[in-house]
Nanobody, 125 residues
Framework: QVQLVESGGGLVQAGGSLRLSCAAS????????MGWFRQAPGKEREFVAA????????AYADSVQGRFTIARDNAKNTVYLQMNSLKPEDTAVYYC??????????????????WGQGTQVTVSS
């Protein structure tokens, strides 16, 4: 079992930046691919970014490519999401998730085994 706790969300103006963190306990994160997802009110949870176990590979949703960067520090058991040039449409609850079984990075929420409780990101226009 692994517990994930997100932090770093908040209110920011359009064009601003935030860095989300996802700290894990219970097991080392080096055994998991990690992903960030988000869910806006009335919408389905959607893929944002993912990173391989070693950090050597990443994937991004088209909507955030070039603006967001996912990174991990396995020594600190933490995953990050650096969000720049934020837009009002980025407003959502952001979740980190851990995938223990996949070989390649997955974009479907159903592929992930463990989830954090989420952190709210609100971007004002």
């Amino acid at each position: 079992q692994v517990q994930l706790v997100e932090s770093g969300g908040g209110l920011v103006q359009a064009g601003g930046s935030l860095r989300l963190s996802c700290a894990a306990s219970g097991r080392t994160l080096s055994g998991f691919h990690m992903g960030w997802f988000r869910q806006a009110p009335g919408k389905e949870r959607e893929f944002v970014a993912a990173i391989t176990r070693t950090g050597g590979g990443t994937a991004y949703a088209d909507s955030v490519q070039g603006r967001f960067t996912i990174a991990r520090d396995n020594a600190k058991n933490t995953v990050y999401l650096q969000m720049n040039s934020l837009k009002p449409e980025d407003t959502a609850v952001y979740y980190c998730a851990a995938d223990q079984g996949s070989i390649v990075l997955k974009v479907s929420p159903s592929s992930y085994d463990y989830w954090g409780q989420g952190t709210q990101v609100t971007v004002s226009s």
